[in-house]
């Protein structure tokens, strides 16, 4: 079989070939970043299917995002053909979760079509129970036993299984209690959050021999990626499947686990061997990904952390530029610069979606958003919240998802009076009892309210009408496209009509929104297969088309490279955020180290890394600090620039050791002519920063990264 090498074999190095050949038992491969796993993980896929060991079908594959899986889908696709298209079990946990749940939804109380809920509609609920139950809200907020059954979710366990410290974080030793109460109102609503997506499946499999037998003997061969980042839930979920067959091959980088406030697990990846004795444990140490330069920059860094495997990486590419930090004035001036050096790399021919800016938080896209429209430079921001969030188009959400199933009480709640239709709390209130005092759905018992004489005229005939409309609706769901259903609803609700008499700018905006929510619905030919994919991308990432700059945050680009990478906001309480800072612990300040590590690891040739003296943050100008992380890249791995130096004299000259120690932070937009404080000391020094004294200790150069002797490429 070893005679002729297969194309996806061809292009592989001796250690990923094993990763391929060795089909038969556990596998772990573990290795660090742009070494080759996923295309590993990838010619393994295709290797199963071409040499006919199981048919797509009956291969479990999960990637990170859903847009990995499209890109595992076609490389493989490549290499085998048509085969490829039966993969259904190709996908992120979430997606794969509901597609085994939607097949046994009965056996977790549920029925086949119901609906994934996100995390607003998560704290309405949880919000009304709390009402209900006569708790204090402002006491237990609903945010933290959203953010307590998240983690007990992650964690695989079911209300009965908290034990008496989990049950004591909530409400003085109600936490079980709140958590089964949500569990229940879900099934009534005939709705599950994330969470449950794999939860449920959990619990199906674990209480249903059957069904577990059924999937243990389906899946023969189990592929995972990111391993590292996986929580327990997911553990769990990938144990109950392989314990048969113990085909299963992982890949991860210690390094790389950037997800533990989300509950993955790093001892997952350690204690894999334990698992499943007798794997076979794979190292990749060469990396085809990064410059020299940009590798012995991350890999000085990461250094830094103590709690890690500790692995080489080696490259042979040409040595390229050393890794940019730039200091510059304020946020503005930031976004200003990256825009003016993108269009540099524009017009040097780079192409734009090989371009890459990874922002620590959200809230840091905005001003290059701003900055982009502004100077015409296309760019799309990766993470697929923002146009799903936006008001209407939840409300049009809303509205097909009581089409689609009228006991969802949540998007009944949302949309029931809007457009305004005289409907005021009054009314909700008298639905909701008399939901609660009958036993049905919100939607159902509108109606039924509507018969007696307990609320106005008026108020009871909208309610006929506006249900009456949702029967003409679903009827109509049967017969068109999701997309012209849309339209039909956005129309005859009076939903279109009110963005129109509304003129402001705004409300054209929204029409436009809804019109584009329209195109994406043409490519589905169901409203629940629409649905479940708002609920995915929702959570996780964005389609690509074209050519664009992508602005994304650094937890979103695990797995990407790009040729130039942009690194903005490198300073103190934005990175390493200031959350990390507060918690004050090595364990969070070490994960951010890792996110830094797979920020600068995403480049291929040029990383840029930039620190404002001036930022606002929540609203108040502060004078802010270099990154520590900055200190801790390799000084010969960095060329260092900074726009500030005309400012220093007159920065000198302003500076007075009784000045208030508070000054450097205000509301209003900092001026050079009166700049102050130690955020502006420190970026005007980093520029000539000495030589970090950790660099004189051995074995830390970026010497140890030269080209090994070329011995272990296979031609093919
Ligand atoms: P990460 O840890 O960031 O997920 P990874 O280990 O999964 O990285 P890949 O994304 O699979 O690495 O590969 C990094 C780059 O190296 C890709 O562009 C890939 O095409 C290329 N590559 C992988 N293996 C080889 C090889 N044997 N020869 C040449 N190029 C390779
Ligand atoms: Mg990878």
Redesign the pocket.
């Known amino acids: 079989e070893n005679a002729r090498i297969p194309a996806y074999a061809a ?3 001796e250690p ?1 070939r094993q990763a391929v050949l060795t089909t038969e038992g556990p596998v772990l491969m573990l ?10 993980l990838t010619a393994r896929l295709a290797h199963l299917i071409a040499t006919r060991r199981a048919w797509p079908s009956e291969i479990l594959c999960v990637t990170f995002t859903n847009k990995a899986a499209r890109e595992m889908r076609e490389r493989v696709g490549r290499h085998i053909g048509d085969a490829v298209e039966g993969m259904p079990w190709l996908g992120t946990f979430h997606s794969i979760g509901a597609r085994m749940l939607r097949r046994h939804a009965e056996l977790a109380g549920l029925q086949p079509n119901y609906t994934i809920i996100d995390t607003d509609d998560q704290l309405r609920l949880l919000k009304q129970l709390i009402q209900e139950n006569d708790l204090d809200e402002k006491r237990w907020p609903a945010r933290q036993l959203a953010g307590l059954i998240d983690r007990w979710k992650n964690r695989g366990l079911n209300p009965d299984d908290l034990d008496a410290v989990e049950n004591e974080a909530y409400a003085n030793g109600r936490g079980a209690q709140f958590y089964r109460l949500y569990q229940d109102r879900l099934k009534a609503l005939n709705a599950c959050d994330f969470g449950d997506l794999l939860l449920h499946v959990v619990n199906v499999l674990r209480n249903h021999r059957d069904v577990l037998e059924h999937y243990q003997q389906r899946f023969k061969y189990i592929l995972v990626d ?1 391993y590292q980042d996986t929580n327990q839930v997911q553990y769990l979920w990938l144990r109950l499947l392989a314990q048969a067959r113990k085909n299963i091959c992982v890949v991860g ?1 210690d390094d ?1 686990s950037i997800y533990s406030w989300r509950g993955a697990e790093v001892a997952n990846i350690l204690r894999f061997e334990k698992d499943f004795p007798g794997a076979a444990v794979i190292k ?1 140490e060469q990396n ?2 990064s410059t020299p330069q940009i590798l012995a920059a991350a890999s000085g860094l990461i250094d830094a952390n103590s709690e890690r495997l500790g692995k080489t990486l080696w490259t042979e590419l040409p040595q390229g530029e050393k890794v940019r930090v730039i200091g510059i004035w304020d946020g503005p001036e930031e976004a200003r610069r990256v825009g003016e050096e993108i269009e540099r790399l524009e017009a040097e021919g780079a192409p734009l979606d090989q371009v890459a800016i990874l922002v620590r938080a959200q809230y840091q896209t905005r001003e290059f958003e701003d900055r982009f429209i502004q100077i015409g430079l296309n760019y799309r921001i990766v993470g697929g919240f923002r146009f799903y969030e936006r008001a209407e188009i939840r409300d049009a959400l809303a509205y097909l998802r009581v089409i689609e199933q009228p006991a969802d009480d949540l998007a009944f709640e949302r949309i029931y009076n809007q457009p305004k239709r005289g409907l005021g709390a009054k009314t909700l209130e008298a639905m909701r009892r008399h939901a609660r005092r009958i036993e049905a759905p919100l939607a159902a018992a509108s109606l039924d309210l509507a018969d007696t004489d307990e609320l106005p005229a008026r108020a009871r005939n909208t309610l006929v009408g506006l249900l009456g409309q949702f029967v003409h609706w679903r009827e109509q769901a049967e017969k068109t496209t999701p997309a012209e259903l849309l339209r039909m609803v956005i129309a005859e609700s009076g939903y279109e009509e009110m963005l129109q008499t509304d003129r402001s700018a705004e409300s054209a905006g929204r029409l436009e929104n809804l019109t584009e929510l329209a195109r994406a619905m043409e490519d589905y030919d169901t409203l629940t297969d629409f649905l479940e994919h708002v609920s995915l991308i929702m959570d996780n990432d964005a389609r690509d088309d074209g050519e664009k700059v992508t602005i994304m945050t650094m937890h979103a680009a ?2 990407l ?1 790009f040729d130039h990478v942009f690194l903005p906001g490198w300073e103190e309480g934005v990175f390493p955020s200031q959350r990390a800072l507060d918690e004050g612990g090595l364990a969070s300040l070490e994960e951010e180290r890792r996110l830094a590590y797979v920020a600068i ?1 995403r480049a291929r040739r040029r990383c840029t890394i930039l620190h404002a003296a001036n930022r606002r943050i929540y609203g108040q100008w502060t004078s802010s600090i270099p990154s520590r992380f900055i200190d801790e890249l390799p000084e010969d791995t960095v060329a260092r620039e900074t726009t500030l130096t005309g400012g220093a004299s007159l920065w000198r000259a302003n500076w007075t050791e009784t000045e208030d120690p508070f000054a450097h932070v205000s509301t209003s937009r900092p001026d050079r002519s009166t700049a102050r404080g130690p955020g502006w000391q420190r970026a005007l020094t980093t520029g000539y920063d000495p030589v970090p004294k950790r660099l004189a200790e051995p074995g830390r150069s970026a010497a140890s990264f030269a080209a090994k002797p070329r011995s272990d ?1 296979a031609i093919g």
């Open positions: 292009v592989l190095n990923q290795a660090g970043a742009g070494t080759g796993k996923t295309a590993a990111e980088d790389q990749l085809y990904r695990k797995g490279e690891t490429i």
